[in-house]
């Protein structure tokens, strides 16, 4: 069993034998190994967003968390701080099984428009929120950068668990893609990316590696990127051996699936992005830090798999223990962007 240090030191070895990979460079493309060291500040949120509007708590589903913010690039038009209009049945949301979504998709879709990405909160699928300041700040960045942003709420364990979290993440994706959407934001239906932290990242990763069995999946590949800092990857039991995550985080993983134990819990395996990888998942960055609490070997293992299924893999581990979002200061954030950039485009 591999322990967290012979892991990143197998990493850095990796590194030194391709030729380190140039951390420096801008775009991201194919695959691609990096150890970096973090600054502190977490730099989306040491900036100010003057021309950035943000149209705040749009429903997408009927219960009171399923709502969502839209962070809109310097260069929207007015018009597009707007609520979307309702679709033809005069429902305010999209039926995640087919009904208004279906009808919808038979509609003809926008051919151009701006790249957008949906962003997913972290918080042990049991607590955050979309409006905290740094979820906020980083919707806010990336809308500066140029990408309609879409930052959601989720219901959340254990009053709701798996896999209502990823249900909601499904539907307000299917939100994202409805004709009226596309069309109100100017969001251009092929270059969309998902960004989730911890949670978050474990959601948007199941988002990625399903999508194909979603009824809202259409015309191949909706997802073009995928951005996961800190997801875990595997809720199984390997997650309980020694180089595992902690005993308290064994439990508020057993919350989330609605399992007193990892034993006799198909959710354990439902729930983790890397039993269900195929061909058809779309390229990721993964951003994980060396010493935190969801281990390395989660993410390393998760990259492996990914690239056994030729799927492409920008993977950068941080020195130290930042955790999801904490890890974007200003070379990571660029780093995020530049990939964004470069598989949006």
């Not at 990143?8 to 190994?33: E, K």
């Not at 919808?104 to 972290?122: N, S, T």
């Amino acid at each position: 069993m591999r322990s967290g240090r012979r892991t990143l030191l197998a990493l850095l070895a990796a590194v030194v034998v391709t030729g380190a990979l140039g951390s420096c460079s801008s775009t991201p493309a194919g695959d691609r190994d990096d150890v970096v060291t973090a600054d502190p500040v977490i730099y989306p949120l040491s900036l100010r967003y003057p021309g950035i509007e943000v149209v705040a708590d749009v429903p997408y589903g009927r219960e009171p968390l399923q709502r969502l913010d839209v962070c809109l690039p310097p260069d929207s038009a007015p018009d597009t701080t707007a609520t979307p209009a309702p679709t033809r049945s005069g429902a305010a949301t999209d039926d995640p099984t087919g009904g208004t979504a279906a009808r919808d998709r038979q509609d003809p879709r926008p051919g151009d428009g701006r790249p957008a990405v949906m962003l997913v909160h972290g918080g042990s699928w049991s607590h955050g929120d979309k409006a905290t300041a740094a979820y906020r700040a980083v919707c806010q960045y990336l809308a500066s950068e140029g990408f309609v942003t879409v930052n959601i709420d989720y219901r959340l364990a254990p009053t709701d668990p798996f896999p209502a979290g990823l249900d909601d993440a499904r539907r307000a994706l299917d939100w994202v893609f409805r004709p009226t959407t596309l069309q109100t934001y100017d969001i251009d239906p092929d270059r969309v990316g998902l960004f989730g932290g911890s949670a978050g990242g474990n959601l948007v990763a199941m988002l990625a590696v399903t999508d194909h069995e979603s009824a809202a999946w259409a015309d191949g590949d909706r997802i073009r990127a995928v951005v996961d800092l800190s997801g875990p990857t595997d809720l199984t039991t390997r997650s309980t051996e020694p180089d595992g995550v902690s005993a308290s985080f064994q439990r508020k993983q057993l919350l989330y699936l609605g399992c007193r134990s990892y034993e006799g819990c198909p959710a354990a395996q439902a729930a983790s992005p890397g039993a269900h990888v195929t061909h058809d998942t779309a390229p990721f960055f993964v951003g994980h830090s060396t010493d935190e609490f969801i281990p390395l070997w989660e993410s390393q293992e998760f990259v492996a798999t990914l690239r056994e299924h030729d799927v492409p893999v920008t993977f950068v581990a941080v020195e130290g223990t930042a955790h999801s979002i904490a890890q974007l200061d200003r070379a990571m954030s660029e780093r995020v962007v530049a990939f964004l950039r470069d598989r949006l485009r």
